[in-house]
DNA sequence: CTGAAAGCGCTTACAG
DNA sequence: CTGAAAGCGCTTACAG
């Protein structure tokens, strides 16, 4: 073995030193270590005097120099509200998008608006190379949010509140959620079901006041409008919404069960019927929606319907990337996944002696 | 205005289309949309033609070619461990550094390892130029696996396993929380203190134990090395641990009060209990730590100790900011947070009547 | 089969 | 105060 003096350097090895120290041209060691392609015309002793170098050196390629040769950064984006931090829901997406990119040796890199009418121009200045494509979750935005889209990357939006032309979208069938679970109220018992909304307005909130209303129309009950009450989609929202419908009906009955658009809601009706001192489910029903983490470390634990999140990260990603790899404009694909009941302690028959809402509610 | 023709881009403008739009040199350009430093030397008009040119192009300075040029991808890493998905843990770290990195205009990406052993050397690839710097999130590594940290690229680690000399850590006060805990546990009256430990062998979860026999001591209880058991930092590891604990006591007397190594495991006790027959805190009282999001939504609500999460994921962007920018070697800082004692609802004053551990259990 | 050259889009010295 | 040149580290044509 050679005693080829190692060169002390201050700064990661590049392409050319360990073309030094191989004694070959930096081209043959690009070829060897990273391209693919061509690597089948080094000779084996130069590729071995190459790798040993490469490995003496601990050569990496410099992503950004890569990056600026092949237009192409190996990293992913994803672009989404937070109010406060990123929630289960956003977690959830992301644990299936990390797992995805990490398949096909992507990063993912994350994205944070406060919202949507001021910070949507800001989304196509993130496309500015440090990501190849970027995957937008917006069950939120209004119409004209998606004014100001990436030009030149591609990019996929999920649970997109407006369906945009020739952009794919991934989003899950919560309307057949929503009707399953009230169907699934009114088998074990229940009639008097209220529906704590999320935002009214948006898609996935007007999808789940559909399907509650086609399940009572199938069971033949009457819908109530005094049974519907907006709250949103956060704890806050669910707090607020079910209190103040409390302080609207009181000394009236209580709903034998509550149907919350989402988990952070069911949690907070499930801290404000504690608070009355009532039990779950003995005195009344509580069911959520999204299976989000936060629905099995309750005590009771929800029952709800289980958004495959996960499912929904991953297929992002890949859809992703099959437009950044892949040709120019594949056609859009409108994917929906389908929604599952998840029953677990937090509903049972209802109780036979009705409830009323106290008077001081 | 003079009718200049628009270029049909197919591709995002660089600093020479705009250049040559607005008749002026690429430095130029530069100069005026990048370069904070050299800016002021361009004219008034000048520095107006070439705004609008830019703005007429919708130019976007291309990231990967800045990075190239300034060895800086305005880009932070997060490595952790990640079992199955990023937990209410790194959550909440990780929005920590997503405020903090915002506020500094940096980007986040975030890389998930399976396992320290097999995956460590992995760290030092991620530093390949796609990130200036990288937090280490290692509360469970081991001595060993640190030997291929990053050669480069700067680096902390937060709740490090393992204190690595000449690096920054940022940690909290854990041994503390769980002395403060148990003292106030013993406040309120309790003397047979069961505590849940985590992994034995793990730093954090040693720390507990020592806060745990700390604040006996100082009590003047005696310890029992009865009333420790391990189990984990896992729902599962809780159920298990309480049961086989209960199994090995059948007949003698409950702990009135039981200490976790976390929420986790204070989440499973309550389940346990109630699965007893018997009422928290009336029977027994529980304790957790970390304050996750769980802790909030159990009924009863869970008194345990607050790790500041957010505030240590902010203190390590921001320590990490420091030796990207500054100079080249700062003194490593070890940052130790404070914690807090929650107090909740599933802690009271001890039940009068000794209770014991059922027969069949 | 191999090497010298040009270029990706930017910035930082260096001349005029 | 301004512009032409060189360079960041890589890859992809293009000659030999």
Partial sequence: MPAVPQPPLNRPATLADVGRLAGVSTMAVSAVLNGARTSSRIGEGTRERIVAAAARLRYRPNAAARA???RRMKTLGVAGIVGGGLDYYFLELFNGMLEAAAEHGENMTVFTLRDWEKDADRVAGFCDGSI??????????????ARQ????APFVTLHSNHLLPGVTNIESDEETGAYEMVRHLVAVGHRRILHLT???????AERRVRGYRRALTASKIKFEPELMREAGYTGASGHKGFRS????????PLPSAIFCANDALAIACL??????????????SVAGFDDAVGARTTVPQLTT???????????AVELLLERVTGPRNPP???VVLPVELVQRASVSAPSPAPLLVPADA
């Fill in 68 to 70: 600026l040769a092949n």
């Fill in 132 to 145: 190849d494509g970027m995957i937008i979750v917006a069950p939120q935005w209004a119409a004209t949010d």
């Fill in 149 to 152: 889209l990436p030009d030149h």
């Fill in 198 to 204: 999320g935002p009214r307005g948006l898609l996935g």
């Fill in 245 to 252: 419908w409390l302080h609207d009906h009181r000394n009236q």
């Fill in 271 to 284: 801290e404000e019927i504690a608070a009355m001192g009532l039990r779950v489910p003995e005195d009344i």
């Fill in 305 to 315: 319907v289980r958004q495959p999140l996960r499912a929904m990260g991953r297929k």
């Fill in 332 to 334: 859009p694909e409108n």
